[in-house]
């Protein structure tokens, strides 16, 4: 799928595959690697010295060479190298789903389940308490990435999660869980609320439609495309979430997550739980297109806000003086 932010919507819907389970990711991989491309651009301009920091702790980093084998095939530029190996880093928490590196996965890290009943309905199960979620992975992993006596592999392995998670966490349908008649048990983040797009035949999670809905495809020139637009079209003074919830150290997640992403789950993805849904594929409803546009244009608004936040996490997390 080629869209970039531009491209016309019902043909980027069209393209969506069948996702859900448990297996559920924020954004695509694509999306993780417009938000790290978007950051180094970012520090490169206020703080070059944290991207030094960064490019030489990564040596240590299980998969380095598989990291520097795609920073080369990024050029020779160093600003381009620097790009590529963000958008790696960004993305490699759900590449390491499978493959020889699934010894770092943990599923349980990209998702806080906060309950939200509709309206009428009582919840008379209790939810699944999951202690090692994200809010606990974003300080676990921060805090071990900023430790200089912490073993450098270690490090250069919570940072790639840290990369990941303030991703994770602006995509609205990580920080919630429907329950209703329909899903006595929980929808888990939109993953078993099954929908069709409006165009095509395919049907899909609500989890992945939103995850999908504005980067896709991993081909790197596309990626470096979405996240020019981007940075031009959602500059930093144009979000003020920035300036009401700055980052300032690790209750800053808590705050997101729920002064932010739980109620944009609400109102946006689930429309206050009017939004029709199905636990089984074959009844999955057509969402409609002013709904798609809707969801378009608050993921890329989310997905540039993480981008932002990122880079003002790095800097704190690697202050210009600190060498690894």
Known sequence: MRFILRLILPFALASLIAAGGDDAHAWSMGGHRVTGVMAARDLAVTSPQTIATIVALMQSHPAAADFNARMRDAGAAPSAQTERLFAEMAQWPDEIRRGPFREFHRGEWHTVEIPYAVAGYTINTEPKRIDENLLWAWRENTRIAADPAADPAARAVALCWAFHLVDDLQQPLHAISLFSAAFPAGDRYGSLFWVRPPAGDETVSLHYFWDSAVQRTQNMSEVMRA??????????????????????????????????????????????????????????????????????????????????????????????????
Not at 237 to 242: H, Q, R
Not at 248 to 254: D, M, Q, T
Not at 257 to 279: C, F, K, M, V, W
């Open 227 to 324: 996240a020019g637009h981007l940075l031009e079209s959602r500059p930093r003074t144009a979000l003020v979430e920035l300036r009401e919830r700055p980052y300032a150290g690790e209750f800053s997640f808590e705050r997101w997550a729920r002064d932010e992403s739980h109620p944009l789950a609400i109102t946006a993805a689930y429309q206050n739980g009017t939004l029709p849904g199905a636990a089984e594929k074959a009844l999955a409803p057509r969402l409609s297109e002013a709904y798609a546009a809707d969801a378009h244009a608050l993921a890329a608004r989310r997905m540039a806000l993480a981008a932002y936040r990122l880079a003002d996490v790095l800097r704190a997390v690697f202050p210009a003086q600190r060498t690894p």
